[in-house]
T-cell receptor, first 110, second 115 residues
Framework: TQLLEQSPQFLSIQEGENLTVYCNSSSVFSSLQWYRQEPGEGPVLLVT?????EVKKLKRLTFQFGDARKDSSLHITAAQPGDTGLYLCAGAEGNEKLTFGTGTRLTIIP | ETGVTQTPRHLVMGMTNKKSLKCEQHLGHNAMYWYKQSAKKPLELMFVYNFKEQTENNSVPSRFSPECPNSSHLFLHLHTLQPEDSALYLC??????????????FGPGTRLLVL
């Protein structure tokens, strides 16, 4: 069974600060996704990374896929209250089902 | 807008009740999914349907019974549930079965409480 551990589990920071959250596994994934889930809603896809070492940017969010395709990180610059939510990573091997991570609950304090 | 709707949004039921959760997607997708989201546990895949055919049953107890009458609708029939079944039940759809290559669109979920 593939397992994705996310850290930290909870993170609360002031508006304007930078942060990084991590997604780690002992398994290799052919691709990995990051989702954000807001209270009362389902997860929404932010990005998909498919190449080891790949870096993708989405405005203030920077996503990196590890060289060995076992881990990923999400860096947020100048965090804003709208970034508050549950961040989930999810990986899959080929067209296999997605395995979701344990999640990081992020709170940005105005 | 995700294009995936779920009803009801909240449900409280006793252990002897029978209820159904409904999911509808307006995206023209071929694959639909049921997930369970519990506190402190990763999102768990329950069932997968592709072109109305069940392709995955992730060792889900028989008190959960899915139904997919067409590619746009997915139901989860519930009976004799246990308190530990209380959770957020999420429906999702995708164009095809593509794992992490494709995009799954999630509904807002049904918050279920079993008393």
């Amino acid at each position: 069974t593939q397992l994705l551990e996310q850290s930290p589990q909870f993170l609360s920071i002031q508006e304007g600060e930078n942060l990084t959250v991590y997604c780690n596994s002992s398994s290799v994934f052919s691709s990995l996704q990051w989702y954000r889930q807001e209270p009362g809603e389902g997860p929404v896809l932010l990005v998909t990374v498919v190449t080891g070492g790949e870096v993708k940017k989405l405005k203030r969010l920077t996503f990196q896929f590890g060289d060995a395709r076992k881990d990923s990180s999400l860096h947020i610059t100048a965090a804003q209250p709208g970034d508050t939510g549950l961040y989930l990573c999810a990986g899959a091997e080929g067209n296999e089902k997605l395995t979701f991570g344990t999640g990081t609950r992020l709170t940005i304090i105005p | 807008e995700t294009g995936v709707t779920q009803t009801p949004r909240h449900l409280v039921m006793g252990m002897t009740n029978k209820k159904s959760l409904k999911c509808e997607q307006h995206l023209g997708h071929n694959a639909m999914y049921w997930y369970k989201q519990s506190a402190k546990k990763p999102l768990e895949l329950m069932f997968v349907y592709n072109f109305k055919e069940q392709t995955e049953n992730n060792s889900v107890p028989s008190r959960f019974s899915p139904e997919c009458p067409n590619s746009s609708h997915l139901f989860l029939h519930l009976h004799t549930l246990q308190p530990e079944d209380s959770a957020l039940y999420l429906c999702a759809s995708s164009q095809d079965l593509q794992g992490a290559q494709g995009t799954q669109y999630f509904g807002p979920g049904t918050r279920l409480l079993v008393l």
